[in-house]
């Protein structure tokens, strides 16, 4: 039986539920696809900043009940066996925070409709209303996976945005771990060392 809802978003990350979140606040009927189960892993982003508290209107309080929220103040940034250099900001410039967590946290707070452990498979056109899964039916189809966004790469090849040209950037590759603080961790990594409080 095919499903209904105003607005579908694939992608149950920060952008997808926070946009649910508000839709829902002005009473549309949103349902959110992702191709993971939630609470899941995702090695990218483990801070945000205080502007990002106030625009999501996170109650910090709530949040850290379910969630580590480490406060940061200052820097020690250098090259190895290189002179370290220290930036205090005597106060808060950011927060530590574990993805898993935090957009588990968010996605629960968006209250929609969701079908996680669901894979983009197919989207077309029928009427006035788009058809996501063969399964899905609604007039808005939101695009939040991130930089490779099935439903933008969809678009792409359906004529309904151009195609995206090849970059000729350099490719950054980064690695990321995750460790337990007290009040002060230092993390010696390839040429670079951070410390964070």
């Known amino acids: 039986m095919m499903e209904k809802c105003d607005v579908v978003i694939v992608g149950g990350g920060p952008a997808g539920s926070s946009c649910a979140w508000k839709l829902g606040q002005a009473g549309v009927d949103v349902m959110i696809v992702d191709?993971?189960?939630?609470?899941?892993?995702?090695?990218c982003a483990g801070w945000i900043t205080p502007p990002v508290l106030e625009e999501l209107d996170l109650d910090t309080t709530d949040?850290?009940?379910?969630g580590i929220l480490q406060p940061i103040t200052r820097f020690i940034t250098g090259m190895i066996d290189g002179q370290e250099v220290e930036t205090e900001y005597h106060r808060t410039v950011s927060y530590g925070i574990r993805r898993c967590e935090f957009d588990d946290y968010?996605?629960?707070?968006?209250n929609a409709r969701?079908?996680?452990g669901t894979a983009f498979l197919s989207l077309r056109r029928e009427g006035t209303d788009w058809i996501l899964n063969d399964e899905i039916r609604s007039p808005v189809v939101i695009g939040a996976g991130g930089h490779f966004c099935p439903v933008a790469r969809q678009f792409a090849v359906i004529g309904e945005l151009p195609q995206p040209r090849p970059s000729d950037q350099?490719?950054?590759?980064?690695?990321?771990i995750e460790f337990e603080m007290d009040k002060e961790v230092t993390v010696h990594g390839s040429g670079l060392i951070f410390s964070g409080v």
Do not use: G, I
């Not at 350099?170 to 990321?176: G, Y």
């Open 35 to 43: 191709k993971k189960e939630f609470p899941r892993d995702k090695v």
């Open 63 to 66: 949040y850290q009940k379910h």
């Open 106 to 110: 968010l996605l629960r707070r968006s």
């Open 114 to 116: 969701r079908k996680l």
């Open 170 to 176: 350099p490719t950054v590759l980064a690695q990321e």
